[in-house]
């Protein structure tokens, strides 16, 4: 495969840092972006030497959203028998933790895509929405869905139906963002945070994430019983009487992702 143009992609200290770098268009999502992005997201999830993954944007803008110029000239038939976008989903199908820097605009598949996220950490001057309906469109990669869940009915109807933004005070209010730090701190806390997940056993890291999801997928029944058995499963590895035994004494446990 060649080199991505759209993303720029820094390993280092088991964490991947892609930054969405299509400047000339606001980091708007054209197809080329989102093929680079999957697959990078791909390779991260089969790489043992990444344990965490950061995505931002720039300063001021995350993403603007889908590629309008792209979308202009599509049809319905298209769209159909490509089952246009559904490739976004591939980022949402990461298996190790994902955390999105936003700095500036998140709008439209931007906020989707933060959304796709395990965790948002939102620059002060963030802005996020969906505004499609100023196209004459609606969201079609989970805005509709993921922000109802995240914020709410009212507000989140209340967005979709206006294409207003919602600044990143408001988001942090709301449960859209974890945090809200200051603009030029936002990757380095981003990275951070990556770190101290990355420190834990990986495979335990993944169940944890796996059964979160799943609470958004079934009934609290069928949610519980996943994680019992999940929580079972954890007792089949040598990290889970690593971390129990170096708790009780004292010291500080040696995770072997096994
Ligand atoms: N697609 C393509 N180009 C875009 C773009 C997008 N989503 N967003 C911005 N651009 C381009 C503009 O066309 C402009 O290009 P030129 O310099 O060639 O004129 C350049 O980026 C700068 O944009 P503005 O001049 O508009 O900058 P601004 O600072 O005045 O406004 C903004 C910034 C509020 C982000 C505004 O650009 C904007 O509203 N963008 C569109 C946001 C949007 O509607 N996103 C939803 C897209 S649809 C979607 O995402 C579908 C889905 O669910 C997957």
Redesign the pocket.
């Known amino acids: 495969s060649t080199a991505p143009e759209m993303i720029k992609v820094e390993k280092k200290d088991k964490i991947c840092l892609i930054t969405l770098n299509r400047p ?3 980091n ?2 054209c197809s080329q972006l989102i093929t680079e992005l999957s697959a990078e997201l791909k390779q991260c999830d089969e790489d043992p030497e990444v344990r965490a993954i950061v995505i931002t944007g720039s300063k001021k ?1 995350f993403a ?6 792209e ?1 202009e000239e599509r049809t319905y038939q298209e769209n159909f028998a490509q089952n246009y ?1 559904t490739n ?1 989903f591939n980022v949402a199908a990461t298996r190790k933790p994902t955390i999105a820097a936003v700095n500036g ?1 998140a ?4 906020c ?1 895509l933060a959304m796709m996220c395990d965790i948002i950490l939102a620059g002060d001057k963030a802005q996020f929405g ?3 309906i ?2 004459g ?1 609606i ?3 989970g ?1 509709t869905q993921r922000l109802v869940k995240a914020i709410g009915k009212s507000r989140a109807m209340e967005l979709v139906l206006t294409g207003d933004f919602m600044g990143a005070q408001e988001a942090q209010q709301r449960g859209l963002v974890s945090r809200v730090v200051a603009e030029d701190n936002l990757v380095e806390e981003a990275m951070n945070v990556a770190k101290k997940i990355a420190g834990y056993s990986l495979p335990m890291v993944m169940m944890a994430k796996e059964c979160v999801n799943q609470s958004f997928e079934t009934t609290l029944a069928t949610g519980l019983l996943y994680e019992r058995r999940m929580f079972h499963s954890t007792f089949a590895y040598f990290d889970r009487r690593e971390g129990m035994s170096s708790f009780l004494n004292k010291k500080k446990p040696e995770f072997k992702d096994s």
Do not use: N, R, V
């Not at 603007?64 to 110029?69: L, P, S, V, W």
């Not at 709008?107 to 931007?110: E, H, N, S």
């Open positions: 000339k268009a606001m708007s999502l803008f603007a959203g889908a590629d309008i110029k979308m976008l976004w605009y709008l439209g598949g931007g989707e969906q505004p499609e100023k196209l469109t969201p079609g990669a805005g």
